[in-house]
């Protein structure tokens, strides 16, 4: 499990976030939504131990835990199948082991004809796959995802959506995924988590208990409706930008 108790984090003179509860178990997807600048990567880098809260306890049992970043950050200069093998080196994996891991793991990421491109030879999306195999490679069991698909566009991004459910559900694999993008989170998330800014915090929980499968298009409309419909929620997302408005 993965656990912040009453964690809360200053960015000098700035309260970044408060009052911060939040538990992962095995196999569990949540989701983390809010707008910007209310602290989600913040919030992420504390659970990934990438930076140190100024109060509050973080535990993390997990046997692995990885980031997926916004942007894809490959080694430009490395083909396809030695950036997925990027970790498994660091680890001390012997290279014909490590190549024939990343070789089974771009194919089941749909990677099979890459295999010896270089990041610039390959679109966005296939670029978010390598890193989104990257962390697979090393044998996460908390895979930490920091709005990975915000820079895919609508078709893309539902296809690397659908990859990522089929990922989680075969390997068991737990996931915080950080987005600003309502649907998404109700998508991805068995729970989803709210947060609003001026201190970062979480103010609303949804446990979103229609399978995977079942979660369309009307789904996560009325959905995202009804969610904008509890006060907390609707404060966080709407009031603020009605507030910016002429
Ligand atoms: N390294 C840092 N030093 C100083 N302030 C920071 C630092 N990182 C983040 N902040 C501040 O903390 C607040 C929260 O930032 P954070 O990036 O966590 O929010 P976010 O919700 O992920 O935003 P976005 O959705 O725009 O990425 C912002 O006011 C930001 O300016």
Redesign the pocket.
């Known amino acids: 499990m993965l656990k912040l108790e009453a964690v809360g ?1 200053d ?2 003179r ?1 309260r ?2 408060a009052g911060i509860d939040l538990a992962i178990v095995p196999g569990e997807s949540v989701c983390l939504v ?12 504390i659970a990934a131990g990438l ?1 140190t809260p100024s109060e509050g306890r973080v535990s993390d049992a997990f046997h692995r835990s990885t980031v997926v970043f ?1 942007e894809p950050r490959l080694l430009p200069w490395r083909r396809l199948l030695d950036n997925i093998a990027l970790g498994l080196k660091a680890q001390g994996v012997p290279r014909r082991e490590r190549l024939a891991r990343a070789r089974a793991l771009a194919d089941e990421l749909g990677l099979a004809e890459r295999h010896h491109h270089f990041p610039h030879e390959l679109s966005g999306g296939m670029q978010q796959r390598v890193a989104l195999a990257r962390a697979l490679a090393v044998d996460a069991d908390l895979l930490l995802l ?2 990975p698909f915000s820079a895919l566009d609508v078709g893309l991004r539902s296809e690397a959506q659908t990859l990522l459910l089929e990922l989680l559900a075969r390997r068991g694999i737990a996931s915080l995924l ?1 987005t ?1 993008d309502l649907t998404e989170a109700l998508r991805l998330g068995h729970r989803v988590l709210v ?1 609003s ?1 001026s201190p ?1 915090r979480i103010v609303h929980e949804e446990r979103i208990a229609r399978p995977f499968v079942e979660r369309d298009t009307a789904f996560l409309y009325e959905a995202a409706g009804a969610l904008l419909r509890q006060a907390s929620v609707a404060e966080s997302f709407l009031f603020r930008q009605t507030e910016v408005s002429p």
Do not use: A
């Open positions: 984090h960015f000098g700035e970044t976030l809010g707008p910007s600048g209310c602290g989600k990567t913040t919030l992420l880098r930076v916004q920091d709005e950080v600003h947060m800014p970062g």
